[in-house]
């Protein structure tokens, strides 16, 4: 089964970068279109960024666009988001989703988290 991995959380200052990273074992990495989501303690997922398969899509929502950026090396497993000037707005439970649609924001495969604390 396609079970992503999130890791690269941690915590930091306001205005500074962190990224994160997500694997996925397995030969069917590079079939899927994935996906950055968080949580904020207390609220429902929201959508942050998704790319599609070969790389070559990319969506994000209004509140990280020009800050954070999503891509993803597939002969490596691997998919990234890497997030710049960072704020308290932004601290959360950040999750790896893939297996969907890239452009529904549909998931059917998630990691576990990892999370991303902001201090003034």
């Known amino acids: 089964q396609f079970q992503p991995v999130e890791s690269g959380g941690g915590l930091v200052q306001v205005g500074e970068s962190l990224r994160l990273s997500c694997t996925a074992p397995?030969?069917?990495?590079?079939?899927?279109?994935m996906a950055w989501f968080r949580q904020v303690d207390g609220k429902e997922r929201e959508f942050v960024a998704s790319?599609?398969?070969?790389?070559?899509?990319?969506y994000y929502d209004d509140s990280v666009k020009g800050r954070f950026t999503i891509s993803r090396d597939n002969p490596q497993n691997m998919m990234y988001l890497q997030m710049n000037n960072l704020g308290p707005e932004d601290a959360a439970i950040y999750f790896c989703?893939?297996?969907?649609?890239?452009?529904?924001?549909?998931?059917?495969?998630w990691g576990q988290g990892t999370r991303v604390t902001v201090s003034p």
């Open positions: 989703a893939g297996g969907g649609d890239a452009l529904k924001r549909e998931f059917a495969y």
């Open positions: 397995g030969p069917t990495f590079g079939w899927y279109d």
């Open positions: 790319i599609n398969s070969d790389g070559a899509r990319t």
